[in-house]
C-alpha cells in the first residue's frame, strides 16, 4: 500500500508537467469568476491534458493547478464555472492535505475493514461539501447536477483531486445536490482536524491491538471480512496464471445444493474473493426469480486479500427427482458483474 501511495504521488506529478499550459479567455474569465465568489486570493494555474477524463486539482506546489480534459473546453460557461468552483473548493478546504492522511492512515491499517468504511465516508464529506460551496455560489442545483452527469470518471487518487471519481459515488451526491439538506461548506480545516483524530486513534488501536495476516481466518465470527478457508481453497484453487487472477472471484464458480426433501428450503454458502490491491465495494446480489434469496451484503467493503462468505437459499420444486437451477449476480464498484449457477434437486422418495 505505501509502496502504490508513493507510485501515485509520482503519477500525479508526472501527469501535471506533462499537461500544457492553457490560454483561454473563457476558461481565464471563469476561473476570476469562481476565484473571486469563493473568495480565494490565491490564483490557480489551469493546464489541458489529454490523460485524464475529467477536471482534477493538483494542490501540491507553490501554484496549485487545476488540469482540464479537452473536452470540457466546449461546455458552456456557467457548466465550467461550477466545475472549477467544486475544484477550488478542494483547495480552498486544504482537502488534499486530509486525504493524503486518510490515504497513508489506511496503508498502515489496510487489514482492518472499517479503515476502508471510513476512507470512503471521508472521501463522500468532501466531495459533498465542495458541492455545497459551488451551490452556495448560486450554481442552479439541477444544472450543476446535468454537468457532474455529462463527465467521465477520473480514477480516484488522494494526490489528485478529480471533479467525479466514480459513478456510485456520483450518484450518492447528485441525491445530496438534488435534495432539502447540504453539506456544510465549512472550509477544510474542521475536515483536517478529524482527519488527524481519527489517524491518531485508530493509530494507537493498531499499536494496541496484534496485527492479524490477511491470509489467516479471522477468528470473530461477526466480522463478515474474513480469509478464505484452506479447504476451500484446496477444493476451488485460483490459478496464478490466469490473467483474471488479480481480481474478484465467486467461490465455487458453481453452487450445488445436492438433494432435500420437497418444498424444503435449502442454504448454502459463496466467497466473495478480493484477490486485487484495492479494497471492493459490494453494491448487492439479485436472483434470477424469487425463490431464491441472497442475505443483505450491499455496500459491504472487502479488504485487499480478504473473502466474503454469503449465504444462498433457494425453495426447491415439488416434483420428485426435479433439479432446479437459477442463477445469483453479484456486482460491485467497479468491476463487472459475476454470475452464478445455483443448483437444488427435489429428492425422490417415490421408490
Not at 473546453?73 to 493524503?100: I, P, T
Amino acid at each position: 500500500m505505501i509502496v502504490r501511495l508513493t507510485k501515485s504521488c509520482i503519477a500525479g506529478a508526472q501527469l501535471v508537467a506533462q499537461a500544457e499550459p492553457l490560454h483561454d479567455e473563457a476558461i481565464d474569465n471563469a476561473m476570476r469568476i469562481a476565484e473571486g465568489r469563493l473568495g480565494i486570493r490565491q490564483s490557480h494555474q489551469t493546464r489541458v491534458s489529454a490523460s485524464i477524463r475529467c477536471p482534477v486539482i493538483w494542490c501540491w506546489g507553490r501554484k496549485p493547478s487545476i488540469l482540464l480534459p479537452h473536452s470540457m473546453l466546449d461546455h458552456s460557461s456557467s457548466s465550467l464555472r461550477a466545475v472549477l468552483c467544486h475544484e477550488l473548493a478542494h483547495s480552498k478546504r486544504r482537502d488534499h492535505l486530509g486525504s493524503f492522511m486518510v490515504e497513508f492512515a489506511t496503508c498502515l491499517l489496510a487489514w482492518h475493514p472499517l479503515m476502508w468504511i471510513a476512507r470512503r465516508l471521508a472521501s463522500d464529506a468532501n466531495e459533498q461539501a465542495c458541492d455545497a460551496w459551488v451551490l452556495s455560489t448560486g450554481a442552479s442545483a439541477t444544472n450543476y447536477a446535468d454537468t457532474l452527469l455529462s463527465l467521465i470518471p477520473q480514477p480516484a487518487s488522494s494526490i489528485v483531486l478529480a471533479a467525479v471519481h466514480s459513478r456510485p459515488a456520483l450518484k450518492r451526491r447528485i441525491v445530496h445536490i438534488l435534495g432539502d439538506t447540504q453539506a456544510s461548506p465549512t472550509s477544510g480545516s474542521r475536515f483536517l482536524f478529524v482527519a488527524v483524530i481519527l489517524f491518531l486513534v485508530l493509530g494507537a488501536n493498531a499499536s494496541l491491538a496484534q496485527r492479524r495476516s490477511m491470509d489467516s481466518t479471522i477468528a470473530n465470527s461477526g466480522d463478515r471480512n474474513a480469509a478464505l478457508p484452506a479447504d476451500l481453497v484446496a477444493m476451488y484453487p485460483i490459478d496464478a496464471n490466469d490473467p483474471r487472477f488479480e481480481s474478484m472471484h465467486v467461490l465455487p464458480a458453481e453452487l450445488d445444493l445436492g438433494f432435500t426433501d420437497a418444498a424444503q428450503a435449502k442454504t448454502g454458502s459463496v466467497w466473495l474473493v478480493n484477490r486485487t490491491q484495492n479494497p471492493i465495494t459490494v453494491l448487492g446480489a439479485k436472483a434470477s426469480c424469487g425463490c431464491t434469496t441472497i442475505e443483505d451484503i450491499r455496500d459491504t467493503v472487502i479488504a485487499p486479500g480478504s473473502s466474503l462468505q454469503v449465504e444462498i437459499n433457494i425453495e426447491p420444486g415439488t416434483v420428485p427427482g426435479q433439479r432446479k437451477t437459477k442463477h445469483v449476480t453479484f456486482q460491485f464498484e467497479g468491476l463487472d458483474p459475476i454470475k452464478i449457477p445455483v443448483h437444488v434437486t427435489v429428492r425422490d422418495t417415490t421408490n
